[in-house]
C-alpha cells in the first residue's frame, strides 16, 4: 500500500493508495487521483482511498508540476 499526498490539503491531508492501484506510480511521483469510495472489502480501515489515474512525473520537476497544472484546467 502507498498514499498521496494533496498538493493543497484541504478535507484530505493524505489518502492510501492500495497497491494494485498505483499503477505505475513511483516514491515522490505527482499523480492524479480519483477518490474510492470503500466498503470493508477494499481497506481495512474504512477510509477513502484513491487509485492513481495518471502519473505526471517526479514532483521535482518543472514539467511534472505543469502537466498537473493543465490537467485541473
Known amino acids: 500500500m502507498g498514499y498521496v499526498v494533496p498538493d493543497t490539503p484541504g478535507m484530505f491531508h493524505q489518502l492510501d493508495v492500495l497497491a494494485s ?9 505527482k499523480v492524479a487521483i480519483e477518490l474510492i469510495e470503500t466498503t470493508g472489502t477494499r481497506c481495512a480501515s ?8 495518471q502519473v505526471f512525473g517526479p514532483a521535482d520537476e518543472g514539467e511534472a508540476n505543469v502537466l498537473a497544472i493543465i490537467e485541473n484546467y
Open 21 to 29: 492501484d498505483l499503477g505505475a506510480a513511483q516514491d515522490q511521483d
Open 46 to 53: 474504512n477510509q477513502t482511498t484513491a487509485r492513481v489515474v
